[in-house]
């Protein structure tokens, strides 16, 4: 199994950046597909997944959309009107299966595959 993240680097305040996660080794449409951020100092938090439903964080505010392409089996995120708060690490994970509970979405210790994370810096 293998998630490989691309697409991130420096955007300008207010801008769009797109990031997908390549994975290899299951099919993402028969699991649970999300991603996570990590800016220095601070923890691991939930961005938004999808597998059976789809969540967000409440701080996307509805600027990020989380999607499956099935074809190509990638999650991929876009992000637009992003803020200088959104610089991060920003980390593919799959669950290894469908979650079930709502409550489960956003938790790490549900998901049992990591990408290696990429940067995404937004300059104000």
């Known amino acids: 199994v293998q998630l490989v993240e691309s697409g991130g680097g420096l955007v300008q305040a207010g801008g769009s950046l797109s990031l997908s996660c390549a994975v290899s080794g299951f099919r993402v449409s028969l699991n649970t597909m999300g991603w996570f951020r990590q800016a220095p100092g601070k923890e691991r938090e939930f961005v938004a997944a999808?597998?059976?439903?789809?969540y967000y964080a409440d701080f996307v505010k509805g600027r990020f959309t989380i999607s499956l392409d099935n074809a190509k089996n990638t999650v991929d995120l876009q992000m637009r009107m992003l803020e200088p708060d959104d610089t991060a690490t920003y980390y593919c994970a799959a669950a290894g299966g469908r979650i079930g509970i709502k409550e489960y979405y956003s938790q790490t210790i549900r998901y049992g595959y990591w990408g290696q994370g990429i940067q995404v810096t937004v300059a104000s």
């Open positions: 999808t597998g059976g439903n789809t």
